[in-house]
């Protein structure tokens, strides 16, 4: 399971490796939170270099590498560490957050326990985090039930024989480009998006539509008996058009587009305008 922290506003991509039940961090946005280098990469190579030859100790061979989401948005080889490696790298790094950032790892650390044992902390915290962001409370209450119909049709698309990640990908992306017009990738590119979640960049109208979609595909799904790819993503084409037609009634009677190039990023940031 891999997804973002933020510390002290910086984003730390992370990952759970539910086999071993320990977090996995990325060792380049570390280095970027504690040192602030404008090229967090090279600081890292420079400082394998300097540690094998102060202390003859190969960082490369305690540390792993996982595929985490690029700001490119794609899935790339990224070094990580455990909590325990995390730590003996940040001894090497000569900073004032290094102690804020351990405290913050035991409280990142402690919470992944109680989310396991209490499922429903971990809704509580996504709620805190969207509200340290500035959304509105009706925002993250359309986000939430959102994300709980999104749940429900992945659960089903598991249990009828979806299963690799590049499947739900095909077919999220049929039902989004069915509704929207546009497919996940040129929604992103329009909002001026890179790796960040598309989902946490929508209007209130954009996630109620995207409900509607994703509720009407499993639907439609449970009643075909939908199996496999194939049939799940017809399924997903109906799903969507449903969204499709209210779309296009909501707009024709308010004159006002539902899907937008609006995101929730910092002011002055770019985006490209809806044609």
């Not at 039930?145 to 049929?174: C, H, M, P």
């Not at 017009?181 to 979640?197: D, P, Y």
Request: some cysteine; aromatic content about 6%; glycine content about 6%.
């Amino acid at each position: 399971m891999s997804n973002i922290k933020l510390f002290e506003s910086k984003k730390v991509r992370t990952h759970w490796d539910e086999k071993e039940e320990q977090w996995y961090f990325s060792i380049i946005d570390v280095v970027d939170v504690l040192t602030n280098s404008s090229n967090p990469r090279d600081y890292w190579f420079k400082m394998k270099v300097r540690v094998k030859t102060e202390d003859g100790l190969e960082l490369s061979t305690i540390c792993r590498q996982l595929k985490l989401k690029a700001t490119d948005g794609k899935m790339r080889e990224t070094d990580v560490a455990d909590t325990k490696t995390l730590l003996r790298i940040i001894q090497s790094i000569p900073s004032p957050k290094a102690e804020p950032f351990k405290q913050w790892l035991a409280k990142v650390g402690y919470e992944r326990m109680q989310e396991i044992n209490d499922p429903g902390q971990s809704i509580d915290r996504a709620r805190e985090n969207w509200q340290n962001l500035g959304r509105s409370e009706k925002w993250i209450q359309q986000r939430m039930t959102g994300q709980e119909t999104r749940n429900k049709l992945t659960d089903y698309w598991k249990e009828s024989g979806v299963e690799k990640a590049d499947e739900f990908a095909l077919l999220t992306n049929i039902i989004h480009q069915e509704w929207t017009g546009l497919t996940v990738k040129k929604h992103k590119e329009i909002k001026g998006l890179k790796s960040q979640n598309l989902r946490d960049h929508m209007s209130e109208a954009e996630l109620i539509f995207t409900a509607l979609a994703e509720l009407s595909t499993r639907q439609i799904a449970e009643t075909d008996e939908a199996k496999g790819i194939q049939e799940n993503a017809k399924a997903s084409k109906k799903g969507g058009k449903i969204a499709k037609d209210a779309r296009l009634q909501l707009e024709q009677q308010t004159g006002k587009k539902v899907v937008t190039g609006e995101n929730f990023l910092p002011p002055g940031t770019i985006k490209k305008e809806l044609k």
